[in-house]
């Protein structure tokens, strides 16, 4: 074949070939037509918007070839926030990235999010060669991490004018994704944020601990339930935040990734539990509340305690499908009525409010964003914190408000007991002067029955020993002693005749009038028996005594009082008296100077009636000389 012709063969078979590549690589192109990010060094962060790119895997059994070869599916994210909510799809993320520095450059990708069950992350050639795999996420254990980070990420290191594809492919245990916000950083960035994070976090989760030792001291000391109950939800809400964060997983579990989402539903349970419980006690929702509304606020609580409980079962989809939309509407009504008792002027109310609004927003936000209704943000996915802590702080002003309070109610209330206590030991002194004057007077009453006779209202006998005893005893011994004794004369026809009634009469008329005759207070009548009676009174001299005497029979002759069958037609009486003066007194007792008296009215009696006789003892023993008075 002439030369010209081989060498047309040979070039059109050249061209033949150079088609061929050009149409395998027309065709292949589509999925890796992207925009390529050109990196310095002097960029301290990279904006992924528009950047990034993402693929759904519906039936997640892609591999990295198939997803290489696909054209078709990829979507520009016009923003690097994604949430992909409940899907139980593989999703596939992929960025090209070139360093247009003279010098090598160390990147970062960071996912901004530990939650992540499985993530696969492939860095390839532009020609589709792969040159690293790592299979890491929060399912696997923590040593599986390219960084040995809290966080996902992917260190990257491209030399001068280097270019390499990033394919991330994400999937879950159960279908739950968590929103996150990638970012690609320098690492010099990445390592000063990191070290600022892990400075909050450490700030935070300290200020949490302290917060909780704290009020478990005061749990401990006042016995007051809710300040149990602070605790239990500052405990559970910071263990639920240490596993959100990935810190628990870093530092406490690295080999049990299943424990580390077992813990976090379970203490997310309880803290959304606890939060309403210690509503339910620092409100007083059982004292200022509806009962409905205090019914629904503890089966809410319930709600979530029993989906916690679930979470040893391994899926936790549906657990937080119901606790995020529970929790958020508990909290919603709990703000409303914190509100409302802050209106109503209850101090509760206003603290409550104050810590919960600002918390509420973040939580919202967060909630909201998790459930795919708000794209993912800042304040959902770390304002959280600032609120949280901004609302434990302000709870802790409002139980410190709290113990300041029962602390002044109960001085007030230990003063207002003292008082009370005063004024009863006051009233129970006037009580007891009252009733000892009472009683003294009963005393008396009952003295004075004791020694009284209740009919004529004459001392008794018995009262008779004990007057003659203290007057034989008393300083003023030596003042004589007259001591008479009468007995009405013929009582008893008299009794026979008109009656017992009118005897009783008589014996009070005729004592009434003795006693009318008495005129100092030394001077005693008793009725000794019967119709027979006894006067002792102090009398100066015999002459007196015997006067003195006359004028009682006298005196009862005179009342009148009719009797028919006495000679003189009234009733009288004899008398019996004895005079003690000086030495007489010596040796003297109640029974003598009664004995004497006795005979010296047996001798009035015997002489006639109606009459007295007197019997005068002297200093010097002599003969009595007595005295008579002759009746009519």
Known sequence: MPAFLSALVCTLRRLLSLGACLAWLALAAPAWAQPVMQIRAAHAHVDLAGQLQQLEDPSGQQTVGQVMASAAGWQRLDKPSLNWGYSRSAWWLRLAVRNDDQEPLSLVLDLQSPLHDYV??????????????????????????PLQFHGLALPLRLAPGEQVHVLVRIHTHDGWFEPFEPALLPVQTFTSHT?????????????????????LFLWLSLRERVFGLYVAYLLSFGFWGLCYRGLAFEYLWPDSPRWGNMVMTVCGGLAMATALLFAVSYLRLRERAPRWLLRGALGIAGIELLLAAGAPLDHYALSWAVLLPVALVGTLGLCAVGLWQWWRGHREGMF?????????????????????????????????????????????????????RMKAAKLAAERQAYQAQQAL?????????????????????LHALSIVDELTGAYNR????????????????????????????????????????????A?????????????RSGDFLFRLGGEEFGVLVHARGADSAALFVEGLREAIKGLQITHSRHPAGV???????????????????????????DQQLYLAKAGGRDCVRLQVLREAPQAATPAISPGP
């Not at 450490?202 to 302290?210: A, H, R």
């Not at 409010?353 to 964003?369: E, Q």
């Not at 014996?507 to 005129?519: G, I, T």
């Open 120 to 145: 696969s992350f492939h860095v390839l050639t532009p020609q589709g060669q792969v040159l690293r795999q790592i299979d890491t996420g929060d399912r696997r254990p923590f040593a599986s991490r």
């Open 195 to 215: 070290e600022a994070v892990l400075l909050f976090q450490g700030l935070y989760f300290g200020s949490l601990l302290t917060l909780a030792g704290y009020n």
């Open 352 to 404: 409550y409010s104050l810590a919960f609004v600002p918390m509420l927003t973040g939580m919202a936000s967060l909630i909201l964003s998790t459930l795919n209704l708000l794209p993912p943000n800042s304040l959902g996915n770390s304002g959280w914190q600032l609120a949280a802590l901004f609302e434990v702080m302000v709870l802790a002003f409002g139980l410190a408000d709290s113990v300041q």
């Open 425 to 445: 030991a006051s009233r129970l002194e006037v009580q007891v002067q009252e009733r000892t004057v009472a009683l003294e007077n009963a005393n008396r009453k």
């Open 462 to 505: 018995r009262h008779f020993n004990e007057v003659c005893r203290a007057a034989l005893a008393s300083p003023g011994r030596d003042e004589p002693l007259l001591l008479c004794m009468f007995d009405i004369d013929h009582f008893k026809d008299f009794n026979d005749l008109y009656g017992h009634q009118a005897g009783d009469h």
């Open 507 to 519: 014996l009070a008329a005729v004592a009434q009038r003795v006693a009318d005759q008495l005129r």
């Open 571 to 597: 009733i009288t009486a004899s008398f019996g008296a004895v005079w003690w003066s000086g030495a007489a007194q010596q040796g003297l007792t109640p029974d003598a100077m009664y004995a004497a008296a």
